[in-house]
């Protein structure tokens, strides 16, 4: 199943998901700042091994998420949740996630933190400029 375009510019256009974990039956919720590879259809952000959602990724990597505009315009609300599995960057993708990150936002080269990417899974776009409470879904195919 293809991602609509106008999914993928949503997800282009900001930089701030709320990322979501779950251990225990304990939720967690973090900001972070990301970028986007369309062609891995992977979302791409740093984080320290210290934080409570790394710590809880270790133990459970299916994760949730979203990333929102900010409006109180109800005919111009957008924003995606998503679904998928997180996983620390390593050899080839480090070096391949770490320039697309360093592109995006150029000053994490100061930052000694790792590259973490979310394998996303499912997307549903809710775009009430198309109609009030659109929905765009995508998931991906076993």
Known sequence: MIIEKRVIDFIKEHHVLT???AVDNKSYSANCFYTYHEED?????TSDYETKHIKDVAQNNYISGSIVLET????KIQGIQ???NMYEAKDDLLKKYKKTYLKRFPF?????T?????????IKMTDNRLGFGKKLIWEKEN
Request: charged share 5%; proline share 0%; no cysteine.
């Open 82 to 84: 998503f679904n998928g």
């Open 19 to 21: 990322l979501s974990t």
């Open 114 to 122: 790792a590259i973490w990417y979310i394998d996303l899974t499912f």
């Open 72 to 75: 109180s315009v109800v005919g």
């Open 108 to 112: 994490a080269i100061l930052i000694s």
């Open 41 to 45: 259809n992977a979302l791409i952000f």
